[in-house]
């Protein structure tokens, strides 16, 4: 009787099933993460394009990056293309159900982007102890007398656009990465991040800026603990594929980074 | 597995991709660091590099490509959208306040 009712009111309200065809042909998860990411791309327009509107406007642009930092750079830059590569091999081991295969690759993906941070976190420390800085950073004391301290006196729309630029994107990397170890390995990722997180603050020398940086790590424990208690999952091929695309954007994004910051200021002996 | 997803998942193909990645970042850094070009060509042209470099990316490891038409239009065409009406915004202003001596703004 009551199924009976239902029918009549689906019939008289011209609903033809109990779900509507999505529109995209695709699960709301991967909807609402495309939506994310383009509304993100805007950030990093925005800064991507102060950098190059400061860079197009100050003469004579600073270019301090030695064969050593583009060296660096590119390095950076393989790291994040072989890890896009091993994401998509973790999401195709998800698809078929090969759970220690997603484990594997996702841990491989894991390893890329934190070599990718250390790489970066490295030049930054260099290009800091040489005087590039900006206001409210820790300094060392080379970096009064480094070769790059004057760039900071005299131009520094350099220090602040590319600082903004690449944290904005270290972030996002340290993001990802956290992403996938959530993903991969749930509640066991918690006490690793700890660790992480209570070893970098001790081990790093508090004159260097990732002594207050490393804090993001236990922030991100806080939030991955509330998501992990208050919605404990097995998460499923979709969610690997979800983060997929996250941590594909996090490498798209550098791949402009990469030009227009350092390759277009690099430094000619 | 929704059934956008379902396509030709020859993994073969993805390493191309991260080949053809690897080799056009290569190209990049040998423009880059040996000043091939004067300036405003040489942001050009990694732009280029860079938008092709990122359709690859978006199109087969984000897999958009395998979408339905609807969502990859929408998405392309929206941020492209934001994009131009940024450039408007921005760069007519860096041009205006250009020193104009040689009519050169990168150094």
Known sequence: ?269 | MHDAAVHDDSKGQYFWVWGALLVLTAIEVVLGYRQVFEPIRMLQVLLILSVIKSALIIGYFMHLKFEKSLMRWMLVLSVTACFVIMYFFFFPDAGRVLPPPNGVGLQ
């Open chain 1, 1 to 269: 009787m009551a199924d009976a009712a239902i029918q009549h009111n689906a019939v008289e309200h011209g609903l033809t099933g109990e779900y509507e065809a999505p529109l995209f042909g695709a699960y709301s998860k991967k909807v609402g993460m495309w939506l994310f990411l383009a509304s993100d791309s805007l950030t990093f327009g925005a800064l991507l394009f102060a950098f190059s509107y400061n860079r197009i406007y100050t003469t004579p642009w600073p270019t301090p990056f030695h064969v050593a930092s583009i060296t660096n750079a590119t390095i950076m830059t393989a790291c994040l293309l072989s890890s896009s590569l091993t994401m998509v091999m973790g999401v195709f081991a998800a698809q078929r159900g090969d759970r220690t295969w997603t484990r594997y690759w996702l841990l491989a993906t894991m390893a890329f982007g934190t070599a990718f941070i250390v790489l970066h976190g490295m030049e930054w420390t260099k290009l800091i102890g040489e005087g590039l800085t900006i206001p409210g950073f820790p300094r060392p004391a080379t970096a009064a007398t480094g070769e790059l301290a004057d760039v900071s006196k005299n131009v520094p729309q350099f220090p602040a656009t590319f600082f903004g630029l690449t944290a904005m994107h270290m972030l996002h990397v340290t993001i990802g990465v956290i992403y996938l170890g959530v993903v991969a390995f749930r509640k066991w990722f918690l006490p690793v991040l700890a660790v992480l997180w209570i070893g970098g603050y001790f081990l790093i020398p508090s004159d260097n800026i990732f002594h207050y940086g490393i804090h993001a790590l236990g922030l991100a424990l806080v939030v991955s603990a509330v998501i992990l208690f208050l919605k404990p999952k097995d998460y499923d091929a979709h969610d690997v594929e979800v983060s997929g695309l996250y941590w594909h954007f996090v490498d798209l994004v550098w791949m402009f980074i990469f030009p227009l910051v350092y390759l277009m200021s690099t430094k000619i002996n």
